[in-house]
């Protein structure tokens, strides 16, 4: 087995490590990403690819609560590419989970420079905004870091960019543009049909209409925590901690999601992963009672 990992380049790495990490094994996708790094930088730099494979570590050190990792990996990544979106919303992310808020609204308020329709970022702002009002008061703006100007070359860059498939995992770019009014119409017409049968307990069903909204408008956090919902109806245990995590990617903070994530863990009786979900959705909600409630079961089963 060892020979083998040996013998790995720096993709199949990285491909190890995008599995390890889907799968919740965080700390494993951290040493593979590192491996990655390690093997890119013997056979020369690509600053892109280079800079992914430091934004996806810094996710995993971010999901593992290691937020001071996290934000020195986001650091370097957006060293190699100055205003990736990604290594943005994560720094930013660990920020305000190390209550660096300031540093933190900065963060989300550059990625809004460079595509005002994503979610996190928007959502990220309005709560750094509560916090540092509630902190500072009315002239908490006064107090903030230099906010970097975009250059018009990245967000023309990104918006070319948007739209494309990517390489890595075959997968569509996580942060793009939101597409076109009638692609996002169809979304949600196709989002609706799935609530419908949501209400009538037509779960399968109901997955089906969710993964074709999806096709649409992969970008919809909502879409990914309904379909959560009825995976974990279906038993589908596994499937449901991926669509939490899909939703997070976009909203670190969503309290479905946290929530969802937290109930499939608890049946897969991954109950440390179950905590974590629960911990994370108590610092943004303190007074939720289903989580505080399903924390204490939790607990005792420990």
């Known amino acids: 087995m060892q020979h083998k990992r040996r013998s790995q380049s720096w993709t199949e790495l990285k491909k190890a490590g995008n599995e390890c ?29 280079l800079s992914i494979l430091y934004s996806n570590r810094a996710a995993s050190y971010l999901k593992d609560g290691n937020c001071g990792e996290c934000v020195k990996d986001c650091t370097v990544s957006l060293d190699l590419v100055p205003f990736a979106i990604k290594p943005l919303l994560r720094r930013g992310a660990a920020y305000e989970a190390l209550e660096r808020y300031r540093l933190a609204y900065v963060d ?12 996190a970022a928007q959502d990220g702002t309005n709560r750094m905004t509560k916090c540092l009002t509630e902190v500072d008061g009315h002239s908490w703006r006064e107090k903030l870091p230099p906010i970097p100007i975009v250059p018009m070359a990245v967000k023309e860059n990104f918006s070319q960019a948007a739209c494309r498939t990517t390489q890595h995992n075959g997968t569509r770019e996580k942060y793009k543009s939101v597409p076109g009014e009638d692609v996002i119409k169809k979304a949600l017409i196709l989002k609706e049909e799935g609530n419908a049968l949501v209400k009538k307990a037509e779960y399968k069903k109901a997955i089906e209409k969710y993964t074709q909204s999806l096709k649409h408008n992969s970008s919809e956090i909502t879409t990914y925590t309904n379909r959560a919902l009825c995976y974990l109806s279906v038993k589908m245990y596994k499937e449901a901690v991926r669509d939490c995590e899909e939703a997070l990617q976009l909203d ?5 999601a946290l929530y969802r994530q937290a109930q499939a863990h608890k049946e897969l009786k991954d109950y440390k992963a179950c905590v974590e979900d629960l911990n994370s959705l108590l610092k943004v909600e303190p007074k939720n009672t289903a989580a505080q409630n399903l924390l204490l079961k939790v607990q005792n089963k420990k």
């Open 21 to 49: 990490f889907k799968t919740g094994q965080y700390g494993e996708a951290v040493c593979l990403y590192s491996q990655a790094i390690k093997e890119m930088e013997k056979s020369g730099n690509n600053s892109e690819d």
């Open 108 to 119: 989300y308020k550059t990625a809004l420079q460079i595509d005002c329709n994503i979610p």
């Open 252 to 256: 670190s903070a969503n309290i479905k």
